[in-house]
């Protein structure tokens, strides 16, 4: 399934640490938005993970699951890095 993560972290040395984790596991499509294409529990491994790095009164992390049928509904406009198909596999 793909999933839509996005994130607002005010520390630099957390970003760091979100981005990097991001960048593990998915696809950078904005400077704080990710693609991920999981299998619920890759999805959880990786949710673990990125919360460790995350100051709840602080920061906002946010994972939307795009059904498949939605995301054939995919729009897209500019200098966009998107797939058309993922190229991260997890299994």
């Given at each position: ?65 795009i059904c498949g049928s ?22």
């Open positions: 399934m793909l999933y839509i993560i996005a994130y607002d972290i005010r520390e630099p040395k957390r970003l760091r640490k979100v981005a990097k984790t991001c960048e593990d596991y998915g696809i950078r499509v904005e400077y704080s938005v990710f693609e991920c294409d999981f299998s619920e529990e890759i999805f959880r491994e990786f949710w673990d993970k990125l919360k460790l790095h995350v100051d709840e009164d602080e920061d906002s992390l946010l994972a939307y699951r939605c995301v054939q509904k995919i729009e897209s406009s500019g200098a966009v890095v998107r797939p058309g198909k993922p190229l991260l596999y997890f299994m």
